[in-house]
């Protein structure tokens, strides 16, 4: 898989599309389930921090996915992750134990947090 750290990936954005993978933010194992359409699926998704000499750090959120179709081989998704709320609280909090957001960033959530808490 092209998203170990030091690897470099080619996702598209502001018109960059080479950036250096720091660290990557995964759940324990990933989630396996049946569907009807795609017989037994596994599905991995992750937060990847990504950086660039000229550029500030970036996040992105891809998945790995694997069902009957592609005989249960690990390929890389073409869309956006769909988190539930448990699976995105896991990736977060394994990326905030990892660095991925500043302390001013950390501060930021913890101040919209205790907002919403005392709602």
Known sequence: MNDQVGNTVHPRYKGLAE????AVAKLPQPIAYSDP??????????ILWLQRQDHERVLWFAYWISTDRTLHRLKWGQGAPMLEEGT???LLKDGIRQGFLTKGSLRELHAELSQALEA
Not at 19 to 22: K, N, S
């Open 88 to 90: 995105l609280l896991a």
């Open 37 to 46: 359409a795609q017989g037994e699926v596994t599905y991995d998704p992750r």
């Open 19 to 22: 950036w250096e993978v720091q």
